[in-house]
């Protein structure tokens, strides 16, 4: 099936199938991923009988024993962070160079016809600025959906082994941050594919403009070709202000959704305090939990804008690896 016919699963799939030479490499950096993500949750779990053992309790061996605990927590998150970015970058930088070369392979062997009927500007912007879109879908995205998915299980995990009730009231927003996520889904990637093409048109016009530059002077050009370069730079401007507005709409509603679910967890939280049901720590365990969750989810909604500008990307890389 041609790729522009191809679903944005086949397309992911076929991108993933350039990463799997270098699946070594790719499962250290997912490793790391795993480890760096264990400790979200670790670090509002110590909160708790940190708070309730010395503050309460007046146990002060538990707060050697806390501290000498959070330092590990962050020396294994700085040793993960670290060999997940380097090994993630080795792999990008691999893809990359691979489809590149792979793009300029294949226009050395095709007819002449093709590159007549091509522009010279759109095939140096698959080979550049594509090939570079291409990598934010294959690593950037695994990153965001690998460490801050199982981020976000852990601490909910957490909160709800301390209170089912409070926990319940702050996933409760989660459907409705699903949908305004689909809801921004096509626009995104229309509005890639329509950045895509302009950055190609502007490159045209350059390239032109460079190997024209005799005949412009000799017929004084020079005027129309600003006004053309002018129309493809505020081409390629609108659509990246389309593309910047629809990614960026779908964080602050899903942040309003989610401060309005905070402050339902705060209010029902002081009621537990007062009836006993929850400790000091406890609370302050699961409020530290709630606030590190919105992070990896605001990432997990912003994901998606990334996501369908690296398809888009692909499916121009791959419609010219596949020409015939």
């Given at each position: 099936?041609?790729?522009?016919?191809?679903?944005?699963?086949?397309?992911?799939?076929?991108?993933?199938?350039?990463?799997?030479?270098?699946?070594?490499?790719?499962?250290?950096?997912?490793?790391?991923?795993?480890?760096?993500?264990?400790?979200?949750?670790?670090?509002?779990?110590?909160?708790?009988?940190?708070?309730?053992?010395?503050?309460?309790?007046?146990?002060?061996?538990?707060?050697?024993?806390?501290?000498?605990?959070?330092?590990?927590?962050?020396?294994?998150?700085?040793?993960?962070?670290?060999?997940?970015?380097?090994?993630?970058?080795?792999?990008?930088?691999?893809?990359?160079?691979?489809?590149?070369?792979?793009?300029?392979?294949?226009l050395l062997s095709v007819p002449t016809r093709y590159t007549a009927d091509n522009s010279s500007g759109k095939l140096v912007s698959r080979i550049t600025f594509d090939a570079n879109q291409v990598m934010e879908a294959a690593t950037y995205v695994v990153t965001v959906l690998v460490k801050d998915s199982l981020a976000v299980i852990g601490l909910l995990a957490w909160m709800l082994w301390i209170d089912l009730q409070l926990t319940l009231i702050?996933?409760?927003?989660?459907?409705?941050?699903?949908?305004?996520?689909?809801?921004?889904?096509?626009?995104?990637?229309?509005?890639?594919?329509?950045?895509?093409?302009?950055?190609?048109?502007?490159?045209?016009?350059?390239?032109?403009?460079?190997?024209?530059?005799?005949?412009?002077?000799?017929?004084?050009?020079?005027?129309?070709?600003?006004?053309?370069?002018?129309?493809?730079?505020?081409?390629?401007?609108?659509?990246?202000?389309?593309?910047?507005?629809?990614?960026?709409?779908?964080?602050?509603?899903?942040?309003?959704?989610?401060?309005?679910?905070?402050?339902?967890?705060?209010?029902?939280?002081?009621?537990?305090?007062?009836?006993?049901?929850?400790?000091?720590?406890?609370?302050?365990?699961?409020?530290?939990?709630?606030?590190?969750?919105?992070?990896?989810?605001?990432?997990?909604?912003?994901?998606?804008?990334?996501?369908?500008?690296?398809?888009?990307?692909?499916?121009?890389?791959?419609?010219?690896?596949?020409?015939?």
């Amino acid at each position: 099936m041609p790729v522009s016919e191809g679903s944005s699963y086949a397309i992911y799939k076929r991108l993933l199938g350039h990463v799997a030479p270098y699946w070594r490499r790719f499962g250290y950096a997912l490793l790391a991923m795993v480890a760096l993500a264990a400790t979200e949750p670790a670090i509002p779990a110590l909160l708790k009988p940190l708070l309730d053992g010395s503050f309460v309790e007046r146990n002060t061996d538990t707060v050697y024993t806390i501290a000498a605990a959070l330092v590990a927590v962050f020396v294994v998150r700085g040793i993960a962070s670290f060999l997940s970015a380097v090994a993630l970058a080795w792999v990008s930088g691999k893809l990359v160079m691979d489809l590149r070369t792979a793009m300029l392979d294949k226009l050395l062997s095709v007819p002449t016809r093709y590159t007549a009927d091509n522009s010279s500007g759109k095939l140096v912007s698959r080979i550049t600025f594509d090939a570079n879109q291409v990598m934010e879908a294959a690593t950037y995205v695994v990153t965001v959906l690998v460490k801050d998915s199982l981020a976000v299980i852990g601490l909910l995990a957490w909160m709800l082994w301390i209170d089912l009730q409070l926990t319940l009231i702050a996933i409760v927003s989660g459907p409705f941050i699903a949908l305004i996520v689909l809801h921004f889904s096509r626009r995104l990637r229309s509005t890639s594919t329509g950045l895509q093409q302009s950055m190609g048109n502007i490159t045209q016009v350059i390239n032109e403009v460079i190997d024209g530059q005799e005949v412009i002077r000799v017929f004084g050009g020079q005027n129309y070709e600003r006004g053309r370069f002018r129309r493809a730079a505020n081409a390629a401007r609108l659509f990246h202000l389309k593309f910047v507005s629809a990614g960026s709409a779908t964080a602050p509603i899903a942040q309003l959704l989610a401060s309005l679910a905070l402050a339902a967890v705060i209010i029902v939280a002081a009621g537990h305090a007062a009836a006993g049901t929850i400790t000091v720590g406890g609370f302050v365990s699961f409020f530290t939990a709630m606030a590190a969750i919105f992070s990896p989810l605001r990432r997990l909604t912003n994901v998606n804008s990334r996501l369908q500008k690296g398809l888009a990307a692909a499916r121009t890389v791959f419609e010219m690896m596949d020409e015939e």
